[in-house]
Each structure stands twice: as C-alpha cells, then as structure tokens.
C-alpha cells in the first residue's frame, strides 16, 4: 500500500509538471510596433522550444495520468496476522498471506480476513428450568482456519458474517445448557457449568464453520431483582441455620469437654485419695512394725535387766540357743525357793517404776509417815 502511495504521488507531481510546461508553452511572444504615431503591442509567434516544450508536457501529462490511474492501486498488502483471498473478476483464484502483491486492481481484488483470535462480547436473556428470567454475559473467541480461508469466502463471504453466524449459535448452545437447570443449581453450580457451556459450543460449531473455537466463558448471570431477594433471604436463613447448629454442635462440645474434664479430675482425686490411704496404710504398718521393733526391744532389754538381776541375786545364767537378735540365755531356778524368785520379780518391778519416775514426790501424803520399800540383795548366807 504504502508502494502504491509513493508512486501515486511521483506520478500525480510529474503529471502536474507536465501540465505546467504546457501550460507555459501556450503563451506567445508579445512585440511593440508604431502605429499613426503610437506604440501597439501586438502578439508573435511561438518559439520552436516552447512549441516542443508543450507537446513533451502534454505527453507527459497524459501518460502519467494512465499509470496514476493504473499502477498505485494495483499494489496490495497483506499485513501480518491477515489473510487475503484474491478473487479474478469475482471468481476466486489465490489466497495470499503476509506480504506485499502487483495485481492489476481492475481485474484482481482482494479480500482481506483477520487470521487473529477473534473476540465476541455477547448479551441476552434467558430461562432457566424453573421459568426463572436470567440476564447473561459470555465472551467467546475463535480463529479462523487460514487453511480454509477460500471455503470461508464462499460459504459466508465475510468475517462479519461468520462471526453473526457464531454468536448465534453460541447463543443457542447457551440457552439450551441453562434450560436444564433450576435457578438455584445455576446460583450453586455455576462454576460447573460454564465448562459445559463451553464445550457444548465447541461441539456446535464444528468444522463446518472453519474456526476454531478457543474459549468459551459465562462471565456473568443476572437474575431478577425480586427472585435475588428470596435467595439472598434463603441463603441468610440457612446461614442462620448453620449458626444454630454450630452453636449447638459448640456447646455439646463443651458439655463433653467439662463433663471429660470432671471425670479425669475425679480420677485424678480418686488416685490422690487412694495414693494417700496406701501411704496411711504403708504409715501405720510401718508404726506397727516400729512398734513391734520396739516392743521386742523392750521386751529383749527387760530380759537382759532380768538376767542381769538374777545374776546380780545369784541366780546362774546359762546359754540355750541364737536368735536372729542374737544370743539366747534363760536363769537357772533349779534348787531356788520361791520366795528367792519372788524376789526378783520384786526387784523387776523396782527398775520398771524407777525408769516411769520423774524424781517428784507427791505433795499430799496421808498418814503420819512416807515408807518406800526398797527390797535388798538376798544375802550370801541364804544362797545354797
């Protein structure tokens, strides 16, 4: 195009040249003669150059028009992501891409198609299943098949026409998805069914309509103004709905949560409780065997006094076995009066009440005189 200008232009200068040069080699020469005493001008003849001069520019004038009217136009450009169908006198012959072409314009023309991904921004109503009025939004974009760009020039004759034919049917393809669903299933499942949507259209505009068919999107769904109301009222009921019953569900947690907790803190008194009667029981067994210990001790120590006595009283003290408290010996009575062993059981008696006796006496005592018995060694004299 842009070849076809520049030459338009070259040739449309030279052509008005050549108009002026014809134009000056019209004009003649002027000369002055006297005339009855006065000056005349009168016209001459035309120069042999100026003469050639208006031929040649006549010439050039006239040529250069026919290839004005010829040659620019014949140039065509086809510009990149374009196609060109070139039809002979309305009869189709070639189909050129990116480029630039001389075809003479009187006999060829072209037809340019756009190769890009085409967009179509489409609005209409529809119905759903439920008699619902919707309002839709939906964008679909196509390429054409440059491989069938001549079938396209046949079938349709344009782009313009194809493309009404498209958004016609995707239309229908739409309508018919939508017709078999509720209006709340198009609210809930509206994100499934623009896939379907798209590929019902895919399916509907097959190879017939040369184009391939890129996407296919529901970009909005408009129902009417009184039926969102009730959805938005239904959906606020429900969100209601869920709040009790998360509330309820909460609070039942809860419950079992203090109820769980009730029962490992009584498991945890009970274990302290039973932990403390082991340790009472393991307390007072180990006072009974203290006490035990110590009464054995006492018992073993009042022995040992005993012994002691007896051998202070010469009684003989003799061996009779091992304990696990260790040596075992018992008095020898043998030969011995009772009033010898009451003796010692008096003297036993004695010690005892002098280990209990604080070293006080009493303030009160009745009668004229205090006696305290103290029994005495047995004399040598009464031993045998």
């Avoid at 209409?124 to 009025?133: E, G, L, M, P, V």
């Amino acid at each position: 195009m842009a070849i076809g200008v520049t030459l338009g232009l070259l040739f449309a200068a030279i052509m008005a040249a050549g108009f002026v040069v014809f134009v000056l080699g019209m004009n003649k020469t002027r000369k002055t003669v006297r005339v009855g005493g006065r000056t005349v001008a009168r016209e001459g003849e035309v120069k042999p150059f100026w003469k050639i001069a208006r031929f040649v520019g006549l010439g050039a004038c006239a040529c250069f028009a026919l290839l004005l009217f010829f040659i620019p136009g014949s140039f065509h450009t086809v510009d990149a992501g374009e196609i060109a169908v070139v039809k002979h006198l309305g009869d189709i012959r070639d189909v050129r891409t990116a480029g630039t072409y001389f075809d003479f314009w009187i006999t060829e023309k072209y037809d340019i198609y756009d190769a890009k991904v085409q967009t179509l921004d489409i609005r209409d109503n529809a119905y759903s299943k439920d008699a619902q009025t919707m309002d839709l939004t939906m964008t679909v974009q196509y390429q054409i098949d440059t491989s069938k760009v001549k079938q396209i020039a046949t079938t349709y004759g344009s782009l313009e026409a194809l493309s009404a034919k498209i958004r016609s049917v995707s239309i229908e393809r739409t309508k018919s998805v939508l017709s078999s669903y509720s209006a709340m299933e198009i609210i809930e499942t509206r994100a499934a069914i623009s896939p379907e949507v798209e590929q019902t259209i895919k399916g509907a505009i097959s190879e017939s309509y040369y184009v391939v068919i890129n996407t296919a999107v529901l970009t909005n769904i408009d129902f009417s103004d009184a039926f969102e109301q009730t959805v938005e009222q239904k959906m606020i009921a429900e969100q209601e709905q869920l709040k009790a019953q998360y509330e309820a569900e909460k609070a039942k947690i809860e419950a079992e949560a203090k109820a769980e907790v009730a029962r490992i803190q009584a498991e945890a008194e009970l274990a302290v409780a039973k932990l403390a009667a082991e340790a009472r029981i393991a307390a007072a067994e180990g006072d009974a065997q203290a006490q035990i210990a110590i009464a054995k001790a006492e018992a073993r120590a009042t022995k040992l006094k005993s012994l002691e006595v007896a051998r202070m009283l010469g009684f003989e003290i003799k061996k009779v076995g091992e304990t696990e408290d260790g040596e075992e010996y018992e008095i020898d009575f043998t030969g011995k009066s009772e009033t010898e062993i009451a003796v010692i059981a008096e003297y036993l008696k004695y010690i005892e009440y002098l280990s209990k006796w604080n070293g006080e006496l009493p303030d009160v005592v009745a009668g004229d005189s205090l006696s305290v018995f103290v029994p005495s060694a047995p004399s040598t004299q009464d031993k045998p």
